[in-house]
């Protein structure tokens, strides 16, 4: 056994260490969730003691209650707030906020929409063609927040928020006047020839799409350009610091241009495959799409790496739907967004705890040491 | 003549919760601290001054005025509250306050439709609209400034009007104001004589979250005559106002009067014959202010005077 292990050490010497170095990154996630789900409990006591205990029951098991299918519809959900939250992911490495995520998905969205009732070519490669034109729609929306940030020096914040409403218009002005229903005041239906394939025959399953597959690729796609390319390493060296990579000699307005593009495509993807679907009509009421603004907790919780995103939008869309399972209480289903917002928030102090931890640390050692010269 | 007064009266609907909520942001930022959770703060207090002002009108005979200027207070009061937990993350425990303010923003509408849920029947919480001030005597009789401030208005136009006065006065003319500004321009320096940046970051943070949920308030009263869990984006308007305005009090006014004058422009155009007859959609007319506002940015940015430790940690070790 200790042989095995030997060589284990010997062939793989960096799994161990690294290993380590992600449990102590999870570490304070790991917590966060604990204490929001703690608050979570407490308010459910608060405002009804009596179902509190059941409450948490169903909040934990999620996805899980319809057994391993309802796990497989968890997954099938999470598609494009992997998405959306790959989009933030990826701005925040390069140190910017696309809080504009939102605004893309609904260009992606309309971009898809059109081209797919425009070119319906058939299954089972018809959703390509949508899937790219609403890639680049996004991937345009977010270029223009970039641009104005790197020439005109626009702060990206609100320069996306503006292209959040004009987005909302400007959808809903377009779907008006091209594929509309009246009736439902919603896009028509996706043409069969244009949505994505479906995996399993069965009823339940039915509306499972590839949609999780591709924001899979996609993730890993962001890992690479991230951690193996160039590009990835200026717009780490630009999100560290701007004027260190820029004194390296590095295009800054360039990166911050193209970071700001590539988070709108992986954005534009999401609302693609969000409505190449059987299931769902884009309603032109003035809305700004809430998966934009999930893609947010999405990347905080991932940690910034793009791996990370997947598994933090399989369980955020599993608390939701936790949340949903609460309708059988008293309780409103908006509390798995409580206490979403608790965790992110609880992530948002683990920094300063863990400077604390590490300042007692130091105390410490340096009391020794101190000690030991007596 | 007659639709200038409508255009203006409309005018007042997005100018006055802009600018309470963007000179909150005006405090938070001069001290140093990013708050974008205003649209959290101002959501939160609306909420608590909603249910407050259907409860007053459903059990008590308070003037509606009284029961105005109470709910803003009370609003003001729980955005302050709120607006402390963005305070103590980004503060002391030193943490990303974008990443703060976000949590702040997600908890907001989740608490605000929860508790309304669980309490009531529906998410909308509904309110009786009595609160226009039809004309006030004498002073509404003064030709254009009698029509335009004293007559069909609402109170907080007057709250606006002192907000905007008194907030000018302590942060540019009192020594509470120099500090405050000291802190987001070189903490570091200001420190060093003596300032305790982190007090005065705490003040300015709450600051911000008293006017946030006031605005809130105002701005629901102002708006109909129920507040669905949403306060439709005011307080990233507000940030784009501060933005816009440069940091600076008399600016962010001009900025919140031009976006609130196009926003009416934008809704009330049917009444407007020479725009109306160019028959354009209407989604056209809605996205307008954010375009106006966009094109004002590109060339205003460039010049822009955010104060220079704007979003940094404070960390004393580092001087």
New interface residues.
């Given amino acids: 056994m200790k042989q095995i292990k030997k060589w284990m050490e010997i062939l793989f010497p960096k799994i161990k260490q690294n290993m380590k170095s992600s449990f102590t990154k999870l570490n304070p996630i790991l917590i966060s969730v604990l204490l929001g789900l703690l608050v979570g409990f407490i308010?459910m006591f608060i405002?009804n003691p009596a179902q509190s205990f059941e409450g948490l029951y169903l909040l934990l098991i999620g996805g899980f209650k319809d057994g391993f299918p309802g796990f497989i519809i968890v997954l099938h959900k999470s598609a494009p707030i992997i998405l959306t939250g790959l989009a933030v992911t990826f701005a925040f490495r390069t140190g910017l906020?696309n809080?504009g995520a939102a605004g893309q998905f609904m260009v992606g969205a309309l971009a898809a929409i059109i081209t797919g009732h425009a070119f319906s070519i058939g299954q089972p490669f018809g959703w390509i063609l949508p899937v790219i034109v609403g890639a680049l729609a996004g991937g345009i929306w977010g270029f223009v927040p970039g641009l104005?940030k790197a020439t005109?020096?626009?702060?990206e914040?609100?320069?996306s928020?503006?292209?959040n409403?004009?987005a909302a218009?400007?959808v809903?002005?377009v779907i008006?006047?091209t594929y509309y229903n009246e009736t439902t005041t919603s896009s028509l239906s996706m043409p069969t020839g244009s949505r994505l394939p479906t995996i399993f025959n069965s009823l339940q399953l039915s509306s499972v799409d590839i949609s999780f597959i591709i924001a899979v690729i996609v993730a890993i796609i962001a890992h690479i350009i991230l951690s193996k390319t160039v590009l990835g390493f200026e717009l780490k060296a630009s999100g560290f610091s701007l004027d260190a990579s820029k004194y390296a000699g590095m295009n800054t307005k360039r990166n911050v241009i193209l970071a700001m593009g590539i988070s709108g495509l992986f954005a534009g993807i999401g609302g693609a495959i969000f409505y190449l679907t059987a299931s769902r009509e884009y309603n032109i009421g003035?809305q700004?799409a809430a998966e934009g603004?999930t893609g947010?907790?999405v990347a905080?919780l991932g940690l910034g790496e793009p791996i990370g995103v997947i598994f933090s939008a399989i369980f955020l869309t599993h608390l939701k739907e936790g949340g949903f399972n609460l309708q059988s209480l008293?309780?409103?289903t908006?509390?798995s967004?409580?206490i979403?917002?608790?965790i992110?928030?609880f992530?948002?102090?683990?920094?300063?705890?863990q400077?604390y931890f590490k300042y007692l640390k130091k105390k410490r050692s340096l009391q020794k040491e101190l000690g030991g010269d007596k | 003549m007659d639709v200038i007064y409508i255009i203006i009266e409309n005018a007042f609907f997005s100018i006055i919760p802009l600018i309470i909520v963007a000179f909150g942001g005006l405090y938070a930022e001069r001290s140093g601290v990013t708050n974008i959770a205003l649209e959290g703060q101002m959501l939160m207090g609306a909420f608590a001054g909603i249910l407050l002002v259907r409860s007053l009108q459903n059990q008590t005979s308070l003037e509606p005025q009284m029961i105005f200027i109470i709910a803003m207070i009370v609003g003001g009061i729980v955005g302050l509250i709120f607006a402390l937990t963005h305070a103590y993350s980004s503060i002391i425990m030193k943490s990303d306050q974008i990443i703060s303010a976000t949590a702040l923003n997600l908890f907001a509408p989740a608490f605000a439709i929860f508790t309304a849920r669980t309490i009531q029947t529906g998410q909308q919480i509904q309110f009786t609209s009595n609160f226009l001030i039809r004309k006030i005597p004498i002073l509404s009789e003064i030709p254009i400034i009698g029509e335009i401030f004293f007559s069909r208005v609402y109170l907080s136009l007057y709250v606006a009007i002192l907000v905007i006065f008194i907030g000018w006065f302590v942060l540019m003319k009192t020594r509470f104001g120099l500090r405050l500004r000291a802190c987001g321009e070189n903490p570091h320096a200001a420190d060093s004589l003596g300032v305790n940046i982190y007090r005065v970051r705490f003040i300015g943070v709450a600051i911000s979250g008293f006017l946030a949920g006031l605005g809130g308030v105002a701005f629901i009263i102002s708006i109909g005559s129920e507040f669905n869990a949403t306060v439709s984006g005011f307080g990233f308007l507000a940030i784009a106002v501060l933005i816009f305005g440069n940091w600076n009090p008399f600016r962010i006014v001009l900025a919140a009067s031009i976006f609130g004058l196009l926003r009416s422009l934008s809704s009330s155009y049917y009444s407007i014959p020479f725009i109306y007859n160019l028959d354009l959609p209407t989604q056209i007319y809605g996205m307008l202010p954010y375009i106006a506002t966009l094109v004002v940015l590109i060339f205003f940015s460039k010049n822009s005077k955010a104060p220079k430790a704007l979003g940094q940690i404070y960390d004393q070790g580092k001087r």
């Fill in positions: 308010i405002f906020f809080i104005l005109r020096n626009v702060n914040v609100v320069a928020i503006m292209m409403y004009i218009y400007f809903s002005l008006q006047r003035i700004i603004f947010i907790s905080l008293v309780y409103a908006e509390l967004d409580i979403n917002a608790v992110v928030y992530v948002s102090i683990s920094v300063g705890i400077l």
